[in-house]
């Protein structure tokens, strides 16, 4: 009954283009954005910070890179997890080596250098159509893994193999490395994703957007009206690239602080953050953080539940959330490809209607 | 304006097809083709299924490369053209099966016949990401112009619903405003009234008509319908098997023998 | 930099020379890990190329198959891991394993193909990765996820051919594998169904249109393409156990099948070679001077230098694309 757009009206064509038109949606937002800054902050506790929190908004901003590839732009990677850990590597090599450079300069560079690997598969995969690109991210996959492991100077020949992030100061405060409070890390997080979210939306609500989808949704025609496939879908496959490196980057300095790189950001990693964009909603914003978060909280309340409540064994809750997953996503693309997104949009527009049915 | 004034020798050639072959493997496509179209013309191609029009068109905007042959466009050669070279150059098109990007809005579908027409995108990715000042302004003035199309069209209600819900004809009326927010100097239209009513035909003749006499946008058509064509076009190409037959005003083509037995059948 | 490409090039290629019996077993090698490549790889293009699904479900088909088939074999009742049922002699399972992913395929068609037909590839591509999960997910439920051993009574031991060591159970696992392929082009070709099955491929619409029953045939591909994993699963169960990594092994058919074409069977089988045996080749002699593990990339490098210059794959054909 409150949800209604009666008497607002749109006087200009930026009013018509804003990206919560809705007065009532302008709220909601703000209204989200005060919990995330100022109740969590002030009643959340480390656990809840590092376990779930600080995940649910580094996967985000993966699962943001990956639907620009896959929901708006039509194609599959498999090697997120790779680029996540080129981007770990990229912000591990450029803290150590230029301990001057400024922390964020050095996520954004992370995510600049991501871009620059993710062309070398990208090229010779994305001049043909098909699904030569999942299969050249799958080699960026097992390549990158390996060479993160086997190429020592990668982890600067510590013995252990392992990178850690060492601390970093932002405006004073110290948000990463073994003392950084998880508070803190929490709220940067929350910004810069915030801040990364709202370019990527910008991006894909523009015409660099329109000419993804227009690929996505028929490469011939989108070609015979002047885009340029090879050139459409490698700019996708880069900015996709460089917001999956940044995610990797963050996942290391601020989340995991110190990683063995091949096995933190594995081919599963990849499946994960695939099934954050297909549960969340192919081509949707908040569907990345839909997906993300629930990615991030199943396996930890199946876990409760199934091992801390039933009683079940570890392996079990595992298997048994391989099958929710696989079959959610089956349901999801049979169902509503475009995820939890879209029934929450459904939620809406029932409540515009509210209380009558039609 | 009548037909013959507006066919008169003077007129500047827009587009002309020179001595075209084209095959795929052993099948020849189309063979030794050549015709032109005038500046602001109406031109219809015509001819049986598979007499090689929709290839035609394909290698006018530069999505097939003939074998032979070469095709002038305000008088410049153009041999081995891409399609976006094509579309930077003025020619638009529309596709015999609806062609739409089904998952986008009627708005956000004719947008993209913008995109060739902003700049800013293809310069840098910053002003887009940031996207208030220079890209919000030239989105803005982009969006005037559509919303000029969607007028035209008399599509406004559906502005905002994806296209993939929308019925055939009106999918056709969609696919047209996209050819035409591009603003282009040559339109190729591919059967635009295919599987439509009379009174969608109607609608579509009129827009064609329109667009053709306001804009004064140059227009090639491929359509079956000969009631249309003969209405529309100023001068009709026949082409049958691969190869030009007939060539003339709407009267000299519907008397030629060879136009009747292609049509007809006739014993070779 | 004489050092470097005396290391790099005439260095492994001297090695080879010097120890040519060496070197034709570890092609041997090879070529029998080229043969499980081959065997995924197919089952990929029979699907593919009727039902243009891209079923990345294949490896994991595999890996189901042998769980089912050590499960029938040891006994093991579903989701308890309890030994309590009869043992079942290897024919009986086998048959059993083949009914069961017969019952697979017709559960993939009902649930998960009929509703999605027409969508875009990418979707249905999706879909299979879900159903991989699910396929996993499942296996180890019923039949518990330890490292099983399979044993179907594959002769085992070597014998010596002049100085080269020759596995039994290579010589049978080819021997299999080329039975199977050899059945599967005299089906394709000489049957009714063959016939469906390549009218399907070659054109949906029009296959439908001539009273071929869709249905039908996906269920038919989808159980062939079962049969295959079968055999490939059992191939690879006996020789290294029934285990998760089999599924990440499997998906170095997609690779194989860039080399190959994704359409063409005959290209499925030597693309496969050709990565069994180039990998193995690369871990042995060029493998020591990079610190090793090349193998897990090896095959993918490959593919994505090759699409540099054949995009559509040794066997493939050019696409001629319509509007």
Known sequence: MFYREAGQFKASYAADQAIFPLRQDQWGVALMLLVALVVFPAFGNEYFFQAILIPVMIFSLAAIGLNILTGYCGQLSLGTGGFMAVGAVACYKLTTGFPELDFIIVLLLSGVITALVGLLFGVPSLRIKGFYLAVATLAAQFFLSWLFNKVAWFQNYTPSGTITMPPRDVFGITITGAEADAMHRYVFCLVFVAVLAMAAKNLVRGPIGRSWMAIRDMDIAAELIGFRPFQTKLLAFSVSSFYVGVAGAMALSLWLGSVETAEAFDINVSFQVLFMIIIGGLGSMLGSFLGAAFIVLTPIMLTNVMVGGLGLQAVTAKHFEFMLFGGLIIFFLIVEPHGMARLWQIIKEKLRMWPFPH | ?268 | MMDFIDLVVFGPILDMAEYPAFFLEVVFGGLMSGVMYSLVALGFVLIFKASGVFNFAQGVFALFAALTLVGLMTGTVPFSLDKALPELPAWVAIVLTLLVMVLLAIAVERIMLRPLVNQDQIIMFMSTIGLAFVLEGLGDTIWGSEVKALDVGIPTGFFMLGEIQIQVFDLVAAAVATILVVVLALFFQWTRTGRALRAVADDHQAALSVGIPLKNIWIIVWSVAGLVALVAGIMWGSKSGVQFSLSLIALKALPVLILGGFTSVPGAIVGGLIIGVGEKVAEVYWGPLVNGAIENWFAYVVALVFLLFRPQGLFGEKIIERV
């Open chain 2, 1 to 268: 304006m009548s037909a013959a004034e507006r066919t008169g020798s003077d007129r500047e050639v827009m587009l002309s097809v020179e001595n075209i072959t084209l095959s795929f493997g052993a099948v020849r496509a189309i063979r030794d083709v050549s015709f032109d179209i005038l500046k602001g013309e109406i031109r219809a191609i015509i001819g049986p299924n598979g007499a090689g029009k929709t290839s035609m068109l394909n290698v006018i905007n530069g999505f097939y490369h003939p074998q032979q042959g070469q095709i002038l466009f305000r008088g410049a050669v153009r041999r081995q053209m891409r399609p976006h070279e094509a579309a930077a150059g003025g020619i638009a098109r529309t596709f015999q099966n609806v062609a739409l990007f089904k998952g986008m809005t009627t708005l956000d579908n004719i947008m993209t016949g913008r995109n060739l027409k902003m700049k800013s995108w293809r310069t840098s990715l910053l002003p887009a990401m940031i996207y208030y000042g220079p890209t919000q302004r030239e989105e803005i003035a982009n969006r005037e112009h559509v919303e000029r199309v969607i007028d035209f069209l008399e599509i406004e209600a559906i502005r905002k619903v994806p296209v993939g819900r929308l019925p055939y004809g009106l999918q056709k009326r969609v696919e047209l405003g996209r050819a035409l927010a591009a603003e282009p100097d040559l339109l190729l239209l591919d059967e635009p009234m295919a599987g439509m009513n009379l009174e969608e035909k109607q609608d579509m003749c009129r827009f064609v008509l329109d667009v053709n006499d306001e804009f004064g946008t140059t227009i090639a058509l491929i359509e079956h319908d000969m009631g249309v064509v003969m209405d529309l076009s100023d001068r009709v190409v026949v082409l049958d098997h691969g190869e030009k037959i007939a060539d003339g005003t709407p009267d000299e083509v519907k008397n030629d023998q060879n136009v009747i037995d292609a049509y007809l059948g006739v014993s070779h």
